[in-house]
């Protein structure tokens, strides 16, 4: 079993659509979680970090669930911008990181 | 941008080539990472540095050779490199590893190697 497990999609919303992405985990003492995207042959970038109590950023808001090593993200009122593959980020209490093979999300006209 | 300079951007090399690819950051960072993605696949931790000491090396074949000579700056040597080996190779730097769990990575834009 892979340590951080995610849908890999593709999923493909109009825009305007509202479109979420799981993402589970495996190792417990896991301490600290982010979301970072994708573009095609581009450097992963961050684009949350994922707080115990929920966190939103304008339209991304970004959940955890510790009893269910469970994250997520949800994006509302996509846009054609925001294709591109979504990584799930989860960090060990050693500072290690470890990455999803990423969600791709495609928004069309 | 990020603060983390890689160079070249892209590169092709013959499989009896030596070549060099660069990593700088300017964020004052102590651990440096270099992650490997070939083509429609996730990325793959190769090596990890932390205040210039190897940390990690991920099963990777000694054609691939890094040098962290400071904090600063990063270097992949490559060797006698296989058609398989073509992918984007990104280097990545975070405050430190250990000791702090809130860790994020900066990545650098990435090198395209394409080996023949």
């Known amino acids: 079993r892979k340590e951080v497990e995610q849908d890999p999609g593709p999923f493909n919303v109009p825009e305007g659509a509202t479109v979420a992405f799981n993402c589970t985990y495996s190792n417990s003492a896991s301490q600290s979680f982010f979301w970072y995207r994708q573009d095609c042959r581009k450097e992963p970038k961050l684009l949350m970090s994922?707080?115990?109590s929920g966190n939103e950023d304008g339209r991304f808001t970004a959940q955890l669930n510790r009893a269910s090593q469970y994250i997520s993200l949800l994006i509302r009122d996509s846009k054609l911008s925001d294709s591109a593959t979504y990584l799930c980020v989860v960090n060990t209490n050693a500072g290690k990181s470890t990455f999803g093979d990423g969600t791709t999300l495609t928004v069309k006209p | 941008e990020t603060g983390v300079t890689q160079t070249p951007r892209h590169l092709v090399m013959g499989m009896t080539n030596k070549k060099s690819l660069k990593c700088e950051q300017h964020l004052g960072h102590n651990a440096m990472y270099w992650y490997k993605q070939s083509a429609k696949k996730p990325l793959e931790l190769m090596f990890v540095y932390n205040f210039k000491e190897q940390t990690e090396n991920n099963s990777v074949p000694s054609r691939f050779s890094p040098e962290c000579p400071n904090s600063s700056h990063l270097f992949l040597h490559l060797h006698t490199l296989q058609p398989e080996d073509s992918a984007l190779y990104l280097c990545a730097s975070s405050r430190k590893m250990g000791g702090s769990r809130n860790e994020k990575l900066f990545f650098g834009s990435g090198t395209q190697l394409s080996v023949l």
């Open positions: 994922v707080y115990s």
